[in-house]
């Protein structure tokens, strides 16, 4: 049934106030869409809302919430303060979140205040992002908040008291720029049972990743590590790695030639997406690359590598990846620019690397960064031919590349009649 | 053929559900309409009703037939598996186009009946209406009472409201709060820096209870301004107070109140004090604003204080003392009459009493 269109409003002395009586938590979800600035102005609106705005569930702190454009940050720090101390003394109710990311805020012993504050409220999500100075310590009182479900850090040192027994009903992690131990790191894993989600970016203090989370969905890192396993995470579906190291082989740490590549998939069984981003794919090569895994990543539809095309281990052990992924789709090759252009000292025969080659079943392919070497070629032709149901290729190059590239690319046989390959200017 | 034989059949295979709205209009729906709202979907899974028009689900009271229009067109477009996120997305910006009342009842409508996705797309827009609004504006929209007194609205959020009105507010209160806090101050200094007396208690009394005429040589501004500054929060002055306000000496005037005050005998220090009789210095005539300090040196002021203090132990003092005192002044006309054994007249009797002689009861 066709609704006529909404007559416009004929403004009466005595037309009803129809907002005021809105449920509280419904006035607490309008609230929450404006700015804390603007939530908290309600308050002079009439009697009625002099403290609908302190039921807030949410309480985010940020770069807009001061207005005062001032250049003095001693101002702007000082009107900050107040105005936090102010609307966490006035808040009633439960907090579910709490952010606090100011561009000029330096890490003060005014957030220890807060954060107590805060866990006695059964915070659930606590942000903290220090953009300024050294390491925040994170205050103890942290460490015993048991309603945590999202903890993200950025810029801070985490060192939590003896008494730690790890965060019952956290769900996600995400800690950028931080500095923790070793232990501390590895404690702090294995006690979230709940842990779905980590992200751990640019972290200093330990080199060694082991997880052993059994709930965990999504892992993205991306830091200087020595080394990395996992273990119980059979539920991993995301899994996003970057190492940021360019580190030297050395033969003391082949471990007796045992397989990166091996070891890093023993635990990773239903992974669907896959991203080995810098030198990780190095890392993945260390040791005597196989030729397939002993058990197939069924489930990997998605894989991007950064890979360099002059490390014939590398070629590898990205083949490896492929011919163990019957299911992929969509693949992403970044072509990873060495500064010492290592050139293959002993010409490979074509045969001795692309062999035992599969049916794949991609469909989008896009490759990134290439410069018409040869081993880059030979990848995509390599490509090509194995892929019956490819639908496009994508290939942008580095800028003065030239028309080799191009003549090769349009030379290749096709397996799939519907391929297109489209060349991408570089930018 | 087969369309019309289409039309007759379809209407049978769908199943309807029966609503019935608060004002007691029952309507049909599609059941995949319907259905799409927890609410009523909660409500036909456990309870069973809506299969019929005799059991049709009644709605809550939220929810009128207007509105429940409105959000069955929502439900009816939004069920449909088919719709990509892009079109999902346009239908809802067309559809929350509508004025605020509406917008009101149907964020009421859809809560009550549990249909979160609405209730989320009209908060939002709700917030989108009030962001960037001045609070004039926001009480316009939505037809707010604006009866908060102007001190409520200034109270503690100070730092966060960033109104100029509201911090022009602030300004004038705070201003007006320091001329009282001044006034204030500056009321307790006088009563310290009353000016140095020099004649005797006996002379000082005789002058207020007797002739009328002393007085005008010695009056300035000054003691009018402080008359005034101490009306202003001394509320137990009378009202004949009033005759001082203009700046120019009026001595008969100025005798009355010396009177009055003598009479009244209240009990605070100050207007005791305001029995002396002023002093001639140096006439300084200044505003009202307060913040005027008397013109006085340490030394005059120590003076002064232990005038005072005297004074104050005196009139202090013993009853039949300060009857003798007043006495003096009997056959005045102002002066009511005052019989020191008589039982009469019991009030000023207690009144100048204060605390320490016990209340005689009147005749």
Redesign the interface.
């Known amino acids: ?1 066709r ?1 006529e269109q ?1 007559r ?2 004929c ?1 009466t002395d005595v ?9 509280g ?2 006035i607490d ?3 929450s ?2 700015s804390i ?2 939530a ?11 403290y609908k705005w302190a039921t807030l569930p949410i309480l985010v702190f940020d770069t807009h919430c001061v ?1 005062v454009a001032s250049q003095d940050h001693m101002i702007i720090k000082n ?1 900050l303060l ?2 936090i101390d ?2 966490l003394l ?1 808040h009633s109710g439960p907090i579910n979140k709490f952010k606090l990311s100011h561009r000029d805020l330096i890490g003060v012993t005014d957030i220890d205040r807060w954060t107590l504050h805060l866990c006695r409220k059964s915070i659930k999500e606590f942000v903290l992002e220090i953009w300024k100075g050294q390491r925040y310590k994170i205050h103890s009182c942290l460490f015993s908040c048991q309603s945590l479900t999202h903890l993200e850090l950025f810029n801070c040192w985490l060192k939590p008291p003896s008494t730690f027994q790890g965060f019952k009903n956290l769900k996600s992690l995400d800690l950028q720029h931080v500095t923790l131990a070793q232990d501390v790191f590895e404690n702090l894993i294995s006690s979230c049972p709940l842990l779905e989600r980590l992200t751990l970016m640019n972290f200093d203090g330990f080199t060694n990743l082991n997880i052993d989370a059994p709930n965990l969905l999504f892992f993205d890192i991306g830091g200087k590590f020595e080394d990395i396993s996992f273990e119980n995470t059979f539920q991993l579906a995301v899994v996003s790695i970057g190492l940021y190291l360019n580190f030297e082989i050395n033969q003391s740490r082949l471990h007796g030639g045992s397989s990166n590549l091996l070891k890093f998939f023993v635990h990773l069984p239903h992974v669907q997406r896959l991203e080995v981003q810098s030198y990780f794919l190095k890392y993945l090569a260390v040791g005597v690359v196989p030729i397939k895994l002993p058990r197939p990543c069924i489930d990997l539809s998605y894989l991007s590598i950064r890979i360099n095309f002059n490390d014939l281990k590398e070629i590898s052990a990205s083949l490896c990846l492929l011919r163990s992924s019957p299911n992929l789709q969509e693949l992403e090759i970044l072509a990873r620019p060495e500064e010492q252009t290592v050139l293959l000292t002993h010409t490979y025969c074509w045969e001795d690397v692309y062999f035992s080659c599969p049916v794949m079943q991609l469909r989008y392919v896009k490759i990134d960064g290439i410069s018409g070497i040869k081993p880059e070629l030979d990848f995509i032709n390599f490509l090509l031919l194995h892929s019956p149901v490819l639908e496009r290729m994508t290939v942008k190059p580095v800028a003065n590349v030239g028309l080799e590239l191009m003549k090769e690319l349009l030379r290749f046989r096709r397996a799939s009649g519907q391929a297109e390959i489209i060349y991408l200017e570089p930018s | 053929m087969s369309d019309a034989a289409m039309a007759v059949v379809k209407p049978e295979m769908k199943s309807y559900i029966w609503l019935q709205t608060v004002d007691g209009s029952i309507q049909q729906v599609e059941e995949e309409v319907a259905m799409f709202c927890p609410m009523i979907c909660q409500e036909v899974l456990q309870t069973g009703m809506g299969s019929s028009k005799n059991y049709a689900i009644s709605l809550p009271q939220r929810v009128n037939p207007a509105i429940l229009g409105l959000i069955l067109d929502y439900c009816r477009f939004h069920q449909v598996p088919g719709h990509s996120n892009k079109e999902r997305k346009t239908f809802d910006e067309k559809f929350i186009r509508m004025d605020t009342k509406k917008l009101c009842e149907l964020t009421s409508a859809a809560d009550s009946l549990q249909l979160k996705p609405l209730v989320d797309l009209t908060s939002r827009a709700l917030a989108r209406i009030i962001e960037g609004k001045t609070p004039e504006e926001i009480r316009e929209t939505f037809h707010l009472p604006d009866d908060l007194t102007e001190e409520e609205k200034l109270e503690p959020l100070r730092n966060i409201t960033d109104d100029p009105r509201i911090r022009l507010l602030n300004r004038l209160y705070a201003r007006k709060r320091k001329e009282l806090k001044e006034r204030k101050k500056l009321k307790d200094v006088e009563v310290e820096e009353e000016p140095k007396d020099e004649r005797s208690v006996e002379d000082l009394l005789s002058f207020i209870n007797g002739a009328d005429g002393d007085m005008k040589g010695t009056r300035t501004n000054k003691n009018k301004k402080k008359n005034r500054r101490r009306k202003d929060h001394a509320k137990d002055l009378s009202s004949k107070n009033e005759n001082d306000k203009d700046l120019n000496p009026l001595p008969s005037a100025y005798h009355n109140v010396y009177f009055d005050n003598a009479l009244e005998a209240s009990a605070s220090k100050h207007s005791r004090m305001q029995n002396l009789p002023a002093i001639s210095f140096s006439p300084k005539f200044e505003v009202i604003d307060g913040d005027v300090d008397d013109d006085l040196d340490p030394a005059m002021k120590e003076e002064l204080d232990r005038e005072v203090e005297d004074f104050a132990r005196r009139l202090n003092s013993d009853w039949p003392e300060r009857m003798q005192i007043l006495s003096l002044g009997q056959d005045r006309r102002l002066v009511p009459p005052i019989s020191m054994n008589s039982n009469g007249s019991t009030h000023l009797y207690t009144a100048l009493a204060g605390n320490s002689i016990s209340k005689v009861s009147g005749s």
């Open positions: 049934m609704r909404p416009s409003p403004l037309e009803p106030d129809r907002i005021s009586c809105l449920p938590h419904v979800q309008v609230l869409h404006l600035r603007e908290v102005r309600t308050s002079v609106l009439s009697s009625k809302w002099r207005s009107k107040r105005i102010h609307v006035l």
